[in-house]
């Protein structure tokens, strides 16, 4: 009897090692982030920004100084958030926080500071947007116009280094001193003090090498806590304030996307941004055009939204554009950045959903005023 009850118990004992080593193996071969189920649906009071002040270790050397022609040549595309497994989407938009609003874009040559932060609201529309099943209809072809007209202008390549690696990604200006990429080009999101990227600069116009707007070198960074501590992807939005070159502001130079929030209809984005990786060589502007295609409800309010995409890595940050236009004003409104795709989804990209709190981030950083002369 008690040989058979030795027995019984080493069988429970191996069975239970057994499902603990496959839970840790399949644990350590997932991708990057899992949606996280048991995150709470929030609001803009559940977030708050957290700032830090650039950091560049080599003091005899500033940033500017070090990333060379080669080194920007050099950069390694930084990887998009992936996630293994299949999405659990839905075709129509989550439900706002509040009411719409649009912020006026800026041409290059005015004083932000004069424009303002003032928002036109909007009336909330009564009728649900329908996405599309996967894949998504979208377009994509490569900038051949002048990377100095505006607002393709707004646009460049962040260069920077994270754990000691130089990497690129995608940015846009947005106002005053500030530019807006994704929160992982920021901060690995590990919650700790080396987790900040460093020795960071801002190539607007980034083409073939060339650096026709000057090299812009960062002061003070943005992220929400939801991602710099849990690496949630709902939060995946990061900001850097720049210090003035010659004398100017970045948006005096480039000029500034608008801003757009709460939106509920009449979603179509163009997707401007610098993918590195094959089949692109991260020389040119690659823009893709469409419209919504799903929420990504494996997570909770606010679900991240999605646009038929095939850009690759180094296309993170860059800016999902609202009523694309020539010209400055009520158009050119920031409302999305690519931040993560499934793995089994390659012509489909996600962005956090512009909610109250992207508001609230985006006026932390175009009201932040950078020290350095």
């Known amino acids: 009897m008690k040989r058979n009850l030795f027995r019984i118990t080493v069988a429970i004992v191996g069975l239970i090692l057994f499902i603990v080593i496959v839970l840790g193996l399949s644990s350590e071969l997932g991708v990057a982030s899992q949606p996280n189920q048991s995150l709470p649906e929030t609001d ?11 950091i560049s270790p080599d003091e005899e050397n500033s940033p500017a100084t070090i ?20 999405v659990d989407v839905n075709l129509e938009l989550s439900k706002p926080d509040g009411p719409p609003g649009v912020i006026a874009s800026s041409p290059p040559g005015i004083d932000f500071s004069a424009a303002g932060n003032s928002v036109e609201p909007l ?8 996405g599309y099943n996967y894949p998504p209809p979208y377009a994509r072809y490569q900038n051949f116009d002048s990377y100095l007209t505006y607002p393709y202008s707004t646009v460049g390549v962040m260069f920077f280094t994270q ?9 846009a200006s947005i106002g005053n001193y500030a530019i807006w990429t994704a929160g992982h080009c920021v901060h690995d999101g590990s919650g700790s003090r080396d987790g900040w990227s ?51 502001k970045i948006s005096q130079v480039v000029g500034s996307l608008g801003f757009a929030y709460n939106m509920d209809n009449s979603l179509h984005w163009m997707n401007v941004a610098y993918p590195s990786q094959a089949p692109f060589n991260g020389s040119t502007q690659q823009i893709c055009a469409g419209s919504f295609a799903n929420a990504d409800t494996s997570f909770p309010s606010p679900s991240p939204v999605a646009m038929g995409c095939d850009m690759t890595r180094g296309s993170s ?27 089994s989804h390659p012509e489909e990209l996600y ?12 006026n932390a950083l175009t009201s932040a005023i950078p020290q350095s002369p």
């Open 44 to 54: 803009e009071t559940a977030q708050s920004i957290i700032s830090q002040r650039a």
């Open 67 to 86: 990333w060379t022609k080669e080194a920007m040549l050099a950069a390694q595309p930084y990887p998009l958030e992936k996630i293994v497994g299949e």
């Open 123 to 130: 009336s909330s529309s009564e009728t649900a947007i329908i």
């Open 163 to 171: 754990g000691g690696i130089a990497y690129r990604c995608s940015a």
């Open 198 to 248: 460093k020795n960071i600069v801002f190539v607007p116009a980034y083409q073939n090498g060339n650096t026709p707007l000057g090299v812009w070198q960062a002061e003070d960074l943005f992220i929400a806590t939801g991602w710099h501590s849990s690496k949630d992807l709902r939060y995946d939005m990061g900001g850097v304030v720049l210090e003035l070159n010659g004398g100017q």
């Open 317 to 343: 940050g860059g800016p999902w554009i609202l009523d694309f236009s020539g010209n400055a004003g009520s158009n050119n409104l920031l409302n999305g950045n690519n931040s993560y795709r499934y793995g």
């Open 351 to 362: 962005s956090p959903y512009f909610d109250s709190f992207a508001l609230s981030f985006r």
